[in-house]
């Protein structure tokens, strides 16, 4: 059983830089085609932010793509997430999810909440 | 991009009773691309049913999906306690993904 988890820093600076992992176990990251970051602000509903293949191969969402940069290590097993220039409108549970565009979901991550305040 | 509207936004039911939730597409979206999703607070969405029609592992047969086009539909033939959450569809055929804005399942 594919198992999801996120880490990286809870808080964030105005105008700094958000930057997450997402640990895959349970099996191999280049066993599934496409892998996705979503968030999900404070009582709001759920943003795609992206997603990469095991090449390293990327989409991003227009909104975001000026300042997002997900990479992929299988040597470590994981991806990560990177959004610069970050506001107060960052702030979110940001989690990492298996699928991607024609590509069915299915494992997702328990998430992790990021707040960017100074 | 595809937008995902939801309907209602807020079901009152009683456990034992059926839910229908809806979700209309802006443009027509392939039915192997359409997924359900139950989210409870705090917790990460959980996948229910993908490709429109598909329950995901694990997933009880009260949860039913069907639709095509741009009209989806979720049922849920009797609700348990368990099953009053938020639920969410999601098109990932087409770039960006997009998800709609969600229906809440609470109790009347």
């Known amino acids: 059983q594919v198992q999801l988890q996120e880490s990286g820093p809870g808080l964030v600076k105005p105008s700094g830089t958000l930057s997450l992992t997402c640990a895959v176990s349970?099996?191999?990251?280049?066993?599934?085609?496409?892998w996705s970051w979503v968030r999900q602000p404070p009582g709001k509903g759920l943003e795609w932010i992206g997603e990469?293949?095991?090449?390293?191969?990327?989409n991003y969402n227009s909104p975001l793509k000026s300042r997002v940069t997900i990479l992929v290590d299988k040597s470590e097993n994981q991806f990560s997430l990177k959004l610069s220039s970050v506001t107060a409108a960052d702030t979110a549970v940001y989690y990492c999810?298996?699928?991607?565009?024609?590509?069915?979901?299915?494992?997702w991550g328990q998430g992790t909440p990021v707040t960017v305040s100074s | 991009e595809v937008v995902l509207t939801q309907s209602p936004g807020t079901l009152s039911l009683s456990p034992g009773e059926r839910a229908t939730l809806s979700c209309r597409a802006s443009?027509?979206?392939?039915?192997?691309?359409l997924a359900w999703y139950q989210q409870k607070p705090g917790q990460a969405p959980r996948l229910l049913i993908y490709?429109?029609?598909i329950r995901a592992t694990g997933i009880p047969d009260r949860f039913s999906g069907s639709g095509s086009g741009t009209d989806f539909t979720l049922t849920i033939s009797r609700l348990e306690p368990e099953d009053f959450a938020v639920y969410y569809c999601q098109q990932y055929g087409t770039s960006p993904l997009t998800f709609g804005g969600g229906t809440k399942v609470d109790i009347k």
């Open positions: 443009q027509s979206v392939s039915s192997t691309y």
């Open positions: 349970g099996g191999s990251i280049s066993s599934i085609s496409w």
């Open positions: 490709g429109a029609t």
């Open positions: 999810a298996s699928g991607g565009i024609r590509f069915r979901p299915g494992y």
């Open positions: 990469i293949d095991p090449g390293g191969n990327t």
